[in-house]
């Protein structure tokens, strides 16, 4: 059956279909056209051929031509095949008007009521570009079955076709443009027909930058009480946390209150321990701002701000706006960094210059640019697998302090864990600074100088 004949044959059984769902039934069929366009041209054509068969000097022919005509005009409210028959004064039934149009319900004709809904929702949120989104699955699944009933294969879906004509009507509305790859905001309709909801989906904003933490017992993110697990209790004073604040609070926070976010996530580069400093050039981290309803922050002023409120406890630079891709590829990545740790070290044994640089010289041939084993260190054996990781330790140097401490600089790859290198952690890491020295040896405070990215 050609398309013209499949279109009389949908409104010859009393579906009223309007021209812009007609035209999405055909909308592979032609490019760079309207749906509306392509409806009203499918009628226009069928029309002219319905016309050419009165025209014809077979009585059967020319009857099949006229009652085509009559379908239209009656059925599908069409204006050109109305004319045709008052023309040649054939008297026809008046269209319906209390008939909607089965696929949309009117939906198409009042797209501008989705769009004015989703620009006046959308006043008081800063963004750049945007992109229409719907749910609808009431609607598909009864247009599904009517173009399996007339075997209709060349339409598009009724989302593809309301997302893009709503779409436009915005982009017309605020000239900004429609973005479908990294949209800022997503204005989302549930539909059911004309009535509809909407929800606003304001993509999350990244910053980049890099921290420094000059003071021990600040973990780097938000740990919630061991005891209670965030509910509050007495152990954690009602809080709720295990410590009273981290690296991921004393930063985000004012990037939550100037962006309006309702919420954020901290994203480091690895982390050092609670207990250890991060000094150097600092580690990279990319917060993550969840809902913002700004979007265009000053980050030098923020930074300023930060630091200022947590002068000489943590301090920020370097930031940048950055994107979720660089965010994953920053976690990833934490693994295969140097990074460069200074430990200041304990001996159970008296030592003198001359034993301590015989021992570093040892230290060095065993340790440098070699594969060290690490099983999970029994500190953190309760939250992690037990694992043996295989780690590279690039370079070692280290000074005597006095016959029991020396401060070392260690040079290694991303998640070694530095203070079970040193005191060998009851053999699970191997070589280690206690089993080459032959006695045992802790590690007092732990500072990171550099990450390298
Ligand atoms: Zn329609
Ligand atoms: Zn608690």
């Given amino acids: 059956m050609n398309n013209l004949v499949k279109i009389l044959d ?12 007609l ?41 099949e031509g006229l009652e085509g005509i009559k379908i239209l005009a009656k059925k599908a409210n069409y204006i050109i095949a109305q004319n045709i028959l008052r023309n040649k004064d054939i008297k026809f039934q008046q ?24 620009m006046v929702e959308s006043q008081e949120i800063e963004f750049e570009n945007f992109l229409v989104g719907c749910s609808c699955d009431f609607i598909i699944n009864k247009e599904d079955k009517f173009k399996s009933e007339f075997n209709l294969t060349y339409s598009e879906s009724f989302k593809n076709h309301f997302n893009r004509e709503v779409g436009k009507l915005i982009e017309k509305g605020i000239t900004r443009p429609v973005e479908f790859k990294n949209p800022e905001i997503l204005f989302i309709f ?87 400093r991060m000094l150097g050039s600092g580690r990279p981290f990319v917060l993550q701002l969840i809902q913002p309803k700004i979007r265009k922050l000053d980050l030098r002023k923020l930074e300023k701000k930060v630091n200022k409120k947590n002068k000489k406890k943590v301090e920020i630079s370097n930031l940048k706006f950055s994107t979720r891709r660089k965010m994953i590829n920053l976690k990833a990545n934490a693994e295969f960094s140097k990074k460069i740790y200074r430990a200041f070290v304990e001996f159970d044994e008296d030592i003198n210059q001359s034993i301590f640089k015989e021992k570093l010289n040892k230290l060095k041939e065993q340790l440098e640019n070699k594969i060290i084993l690490q099983k999970t260190p029994q500190r953190v054996l309760h939250r992690r697998a037990d694992l043996t990781r295989k780690k590279k330790v690039f370079e070692i140097n280290g000074s005597l302090i006095n016959s029991k401490h020396a401060n070392f600089t260690i040079k290694t790859i991303g998640g070694t864990y530095i203070k079970e290198l040193i005191n060998g952690d009851g053999g699970r890491t191997t070589p280690s600074l206690t089993e080459i020295f032959g006695f045992q040896c802790i590690c007092k405070e732990l500072d990171v100088l550099n990450v390298e990215y």
Wanted: proline fraction near 2%; hydrophobic fraction near 30%; include cysteine.
């Fill in 190 to 276: 549930n539909l059911y027909y004309e009535k509809f909801n909407l929800s606003l989906q304001i993509n999350p904003l990244f910053i980049y930058g890099r921290y420094r933490k000059f003071e021990r017992g600040i973990p780097q993110t938000h740990w919630f009480c061991r005891n209670c697990r965030g509910q509050g209790c007495k152990e954690c004073n009602g809080t709720g946390k295990q410590y009273p604040t981290s690296v991921e609070e004393k930063i985000s926070d004012l990037f939550v209150k100037y962006s309006k976010a309702s919420d954020s996530k901290f994203h480091g580069a690895g982390r050092e321990d609670i207990d250890a």
């Fill in 23 to 63: 035209g999405r039934l055909f909308a592979v069929l032609g490019s760079g056209l309207t749906n509306k366009t392509r409806g009203e041209s499918l009628l226009l054509a069928l029309t002219l051929e319905l016309h050419r068969k009165i025209f014809s000097k077979e009585q059967d022919i020319s009857n």
């Fill in 95 to 118: 269209f319906d008007d209390s008939k909607k149009c089965y696929l949309c319900q009117g939906v198409f004709d009042n797209l501008n009521q989705y769009a004015s809904k989703a």
């Fill in 10 to 21: 949908i409104y010859g059984q009393d579906y009223y279909v309007c021209s812009k769902c």
